[in-house]
């Protein structure tokens, strides 16, 4: 049984670190665990690996993950980094690169595993990049 009702957020800062997108699976399995919400870590974690290793090859200053109840059973998972660059594949998802592409595989998967995405400018410059899980696709 949960011990806080929605809506509850957590928010944890990363280091310039490989590890990285380690601890955020392993703190999001704990929340989503301490929130009876094991059924999404599977996605959740997938999700917020690929995000993060984003935000840790593609920016050099501070970056970190977001994690809030958007309703009863679902939630919203965010890494927001200091650059302003947007994925090309969040301009447009669907889309799926070229077989000689080096990249862009990786955030196709939000196409798939996400009930809704998008990304968010930040005020104080860069961007918040999220996903949305638990509920029927957006």
């Known amino acids: 049984m949960p011990t806080v009702s929605p809506p509850w957020t957590y928010a944890l800062q990363l280091p310039q670190d490989p590890r ?17 919400l094991a059924r999404l870590a599977e996605s959740a974690e997938l999700l917020a690996s690929e995000l993060v290793t984003n935000a840790l090859w ?5 970056y970190g993950l977001r994690l809030r ?32 592409a080096e990249g862009g595989r990786g955030l196709c998967l ?14 104080q410059g860069g961007k918040l990049l999220w996903v949305e899980l638990g509920g029927g696709r957006a």
Not at 23 to 30: C, F, M, V, W
Not at 77 to 100: I, K, N, Q, Y
């Open 58 to 62: 593609h920016t050099d200053g501070p």
């Open 110 to 123: 939000v196409a798939h595993c996400a009930d809704a995405w998008g990304a968010t400018a930040l005020p």
């Open 69 to 100: 109840a958007v309703g009863q059973g679902r939630i919203r998972l965010g890494v927001w980094d200091t650059s302003p660059d947007l994925p090309a594949p969040f301009e447009g998802l669907p889309r799926r690169p070229g077989p000689d």
């Open 20 to 36: 990285a997108p380690g601890i955020a699976r392993h703190t999001l399995r704990a929340v989503l665990n301490a929130h009876s």
